[in-house]
């Protein structure tokens, strides 16, 4: 297969050259100019926002050309494997790629409790309202130690992790940016990650080109343009994690044939879609996967995924070879999504293999002048 996925200049790429300017191992190759950037300039305060959604061709579709995002986007890169929240997240603030850190969609097959777990939620697939304290219990075999952890335990500097959730979260956009402001001027040298749910959220409800998406947009651009204007000694990165596509669904309740075959749920992704199959439908699902959906979705078994480092190269997580099942059905030129009982049905997805949904912004803005 073709991997769209450039791992010499993705998402970990960018994050292991955050490791790298704050003295951390990195396992993966840097981005030399943002190196340079940080080698010559020596900023105090290296800020990482990330924008959930706000893809790169999509941000070139709703901004003019004199806006502040785009005045000093550098260039586009890709996401990682599949292009979705849960990898690309866990891959910039890691600095690994998803076969390592095993954060490998929103629903993942976890092989030592035998469950297909939503991993952001704590819970069985379709069961959001339960924790599932098996999966509590053996949580740690995913990689959980982020970049912002490792800074703090070797103690020279000082980091901090931002989100609209959990222990200490911000209240709204204006808050996380106030925040960010007041962190720029601590002493020292220190690293600021900051996650952003939208445009994402609503981009799930209304699509990428929606007025109300565009808003979004346009207003985060505002923001962190006012934001910039009031810091210094500072390198402010704002990038994303993946774009969005308008989609179709198809019902596998539908189509009991293909239901049969498979020992357990569909996993990884909507439009990445793993499929685990009964050992005596091993020689038939892939004919009649193709007969029905191969005109929406490339079929891949489990050979080719691993030999063709979909999910980037590195030493794979021990949940991995079981997490990614038989196959893994993508969605490369058509808008469809694969649900079955337990999905969410949305209107506007990602984690295929359009330009849309794979390419990201790396915007970078230098206040060290």
Same mark, same amino acid.
Request: net charge negative; glycine share 4%; charged share 30%.
């Given at each position: +297969?073709?991997? /769209?996925?450039?791992?010499?200049?993705?998402?970990?790429?960018?994050?292991?050259?955050?490791?790298?300017?704050?003295?951390?191992?990195?396992?993966?190759?840097?981005?030399?100019? @943002?190196?340079?950037?940080?080698? *010559?300039?020596?900023? #105090?305060?290296?800020?990482?926002i990330l924008?959930?959604? +706000? $893809?790169?061709?999509?941000?070139?579709?709703?901004?003019?050309?004199?806006?502040?995002?785009? /005045?000093?986007? @550098?260039?586009?890169?890709?996401?990682?494997?599949?292009?979705?929240?849960?990898?690309? &997240?866990?891959?910039?603030?890691?600095?690994?790629?998803?076969?390592?850190?095993?954060?490998?969609?929103?629903?993942?097959? =976890?092989?030592?409790?035998?469950?297909?777990?939503?991993?952001? /939620?704590?819970?069985?697939?379709?069961?959001? #309202?339960?924790t599932c *304290? *098996?999966?509590?219990? =053996?949580?740690?075999?995913?990689?959980?130690?982020?970049?912002?952890?490792? =800074?703090?335990?070797?103690?020279?500097?000082?980091?901090?992790?931002?989100?609209?959730?959990?222990?200490?979260?911000?209240?709204?956009?204006?808050? +996380?940016?106030?925040?960010?402001?007041?962190?720029?001027?601590?002493?020292?040298?220190?690293?600021?990650?900051?996650?952003?749910?939208?445009?994402?959220?609503? +981009?799930?409800?209304?699509?990428?080109?929606?007025?109300?998406?565009?808003?979004?947009?346009?207003?985060?651009?505002?923001?962190?343009?006012?934001?910039? %204007?009031?810091?210094?000694?500072?390198?402010?990165?704002?990038?994303?994690?993946?774009?969005?596509?308008?989609?179709?669904?198809?019902?596998?309740?539908?189509?009991?044939?293909?239901?049969?075959?498979?020992?357990?749920?569909?996993? @990884? *992704?909507?439009?990445?879609? %793993?499929?685990?199959?009964?050992?005596?439908?091993?020689?038939?699902?892939?004919?009649?996967?193709?007969?029905?959906?191969?005109?929406?979705?490339?079929?891949?078994?489990?050979?080719? =995924?691993?030999?063709?480092?979909?999910? $980037?190269?590195?030493?794979?997580?021990?949940?991995?070879?079981?997490?990614?099942?038989?196959?893994?059905?993508?969605?490369?030129?058509?808008?469809?999504?694969?649900? &079955?009982? $337990?999905?969410?049905?949305?209107? %506007?997805?990602?984690?295929?293999?359009t330009d849309?949904? @794979?390419?990201?912004?790396?915007?970078?803005?230098?206040?060290?002048?």
């Amino acid at each position: +297969m073709i991997v /769209k996925n450039n791992y010499n200049e993705c998402l970990t790429n960018l994050a292991c050259s955050i490791r790298k300017y704050f003295g951390l191992e990195y396992k993966h190759k840097t981005l030399d100019y @943002i190196d340079k950037l940080l080698e *010559e300039k020596k900023p #105090e305060n290296v800020i990482m926002i990330l924008f959930d959604g +706000m $893809g790169s061709r999509i941000l070139d579709r709703t901004l003019n050309k004199d806006s502040f995002f785009l /005045k000093h986007k @550098i260039k586009e890169i890709t996401s990682v494997f599949p292009a979705t929240t849960t990898a690309a &997240t866990t891959s910039i603030r890691t600095g690994l790629n998803p076969i390592e850190h095993g954060w490998l969609g929103w629903n993942v097959y =976890i092989k030592p409790i035998d469950k297909t777990i939503t991993l952001f /939620k704590n819970c069985l697939k379709g069961q959001a #309202e339960t924790t599932c *304290e *098996e999966f509590l219990k =053996i949580k740690n075999k995913l990689v959980t130690k982020t970049i912002v952890d490792e =800074i703090n335990e070797k103690g020279s500097h000082y980091a901090r992790e931002l989100f609209p959730f959990g222990d200490n979260c911000y209240s709204d956009l204006d808050d +996380m940016l106030a925040t960010i402001e007041k962190e720029t001027k601590k002493e020292g040298k220190k690293y600021i990650y900051a996650y952003d749910t939208e445009p994402d959220f609503s +981009m799930h409800d209304f699509c990428a080109d929606s007025d109300i998406v565009k808003e979004k947009i346009l207003l985060r651009n505002n923001k962190v343009e006012e934001l910039c %204007s009031k810091i210094s000694n500072s390198v402010v990165i704002i990038v994303a994690d993946h774009g969005h596509t308008k989609v179709d669904h198809i019902y596998l309740n539908d189509y009991p044939e293909i239901l049969n075959m498979l020992e357990r749920t569909t996993s @990884i *992704e909507q439009r990445a879609v %793993s499929f685990k199959i009964k050992e005596e439908y091993l020689n038939v699902f892939e004919t009649k996967f193709n007969e029905l959906f191969g005109n929406f979705f490339t079929l891949y078994d489990k050979k080719n =995924i691993i030999h063709s480092e979909l999910f $980037g190269d590195g030493n794979p997580n021990e949940l991995f070879n079981d997490a990614i099942g038989d196959y893994i059905a993508i969605a490369e030129n058509s808008n469809k999504c694969l649900i &079955t009982d $337990g999905d969410d049905v949305l209107a %506007s997805h990602h984690a295929g293999y359009t330009d849309d949904e @794979i390419y990201v912004p790396l915007i970078v803005i230098d206040k060290t002048i």
